[in-house]
């Protein structure tokens, strides 16, 4: 999907929500949108925040995490398990799944895609529950922390 589309379609399901929970579009949390859409992987609300400063946007960093807040509550953006105490955050696309190998030494996440556990999760059926979808997150050691921190040039 293009940066276009993936905007207009995160817009649309910001504004639905913001309407159905009678909440107001303002400026600050389109714009706010608009950057969590174009980043390609995960960041953190302090990254966030920088982007939009170097943009040179004022905001301040309890707009920039109530915005989070409210877009995770929408099911926009999603957050992170994370290890090491700080949030990271993703762009969610809504209804698709994710699974992710996590590393616990060093926190570091790749979303990988896997068919056969795909498959076998929409089997599943859960007695008075429809999935819509799911986030896995498998833990382990990468491979730069098992090979003691060495890092590889
Ligand atoms: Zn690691």
């Known amino acids: ?79 992170r398990l994370v290890e090491g105490g700080i949030d990271t955050y993703e762009y969610s696309s809504g209804v698709d799944n994710h699974i992710s190998l996590v590393c616990s030494r060093c926190g570091r996440s790749k979303v990988i895609k896997d068919v056969e556990i795909v498959k076998a999760l929409n089997l599943r059926r859960f007695p008075s529950f429809v999935m819509n979808g799911f986030d896995l997150y498998i833990r382990g050691l990468c491979s730069k922390c098992r090979s003691g921190g060495r890092v590889k040039k």
């Open 1 to 79: 999907m293009n940066e276009e589309k993936r905007k207009s379609e995160a817009e649309s399901r910001l504004l639905h929500y913001l309407s159905q929970h009678h909440m107001r579009c303002t400026p600050e949390r389109m714009m706010i949108l608009g950057k969590v859409v174009g980043f390609r992987s995960s960041f953190t609300s302090s990254s966030l925040l920088r982007s939009l400063t170097d943009d040179g946007f004022h905001i301040s960093q309890a707009t920039v995490y109530n915005s989070l807040r409210l877009l995770e509550t929408a099911g926009i953006v999603r957050k």
